[in-house]
């Protein structure tokens, strides 16, 4: 389904009764994220992502440690511009993200290195050169592996 179409599509279910309140709440949370992100540091506004405002209670949601950190040297500041802002929040709790490697699983996945026609060559010779030793097995069973996986 083109992006256009989804659009329409969204944009009609928005003008339905039983999802006005659900756009609306949809919409406005949008704007707050878009607010938050341009008075943060902008080497911050990737890392970090608004989560919910309870009794006054801004939680932030870090990526990481190092971003959780560096958005707590700034909540004072940051709490003095959202409440000029409007914004009926008293703390801001800064909380890491616990699936953050979840999001972002292609960075977690190991892929296993491939040798090349030329590496395998001279695997090969490096290993017929070799003694027997440790390290010719080990050269052997690396181009035995590589074989059956190509």
């Given at each position: ?5 989804i659009?329409?599509?969204?944009s ?5 009764t039983e999802?006005q309140e659900l ?6 949370l949008s704007e ?11 080497y ?6 608004l989560g ?5 209670k801004l939680t ?17 500041s940051l709490?003095?511009?959202l ?8 703390t ?5 993200q616990?699936?953050y490697y ?7 996945i190991?892929?296993?290195?491939k040798?090349?026609q030329t ?20 050269i052997?069973?690396?181009l035995?592996?590589h074989?059956?996986n190509?």
């Open positions: 389904m083109s992006t256009h179409k659009k329409t599509y969204l009609m279910l928005g003008q339905t999802y756009f609306s709440r949809v919409n406005q707050m994220q878009q607010t938050f992100i341009s008075i943060i540091p902008s911050l506004a990737q890392s970090c992502n919910k405002i309870s009794n006054g932030v949601l870090a990526e990481n440690g190092a971003i959780a950190s560096k958005l707590k040297l700034i909540s004072p709490l003095l511009q409440q000029k802002l409007g914004w009926d929040v008293t801001i709790q800064i909380s890491v616990a699936h979840a999001k972002n699983s292609q960075a977690f190991k892929k296993k290195p040798l090349s590496g395998i060559e001279s695997l090969n010779q490096l290993a017929n050169s070799l003694p027997h030793s440790e390290l010719k097995n080990s052997q069973s690396l035995e592996k074989k059956k190509p």
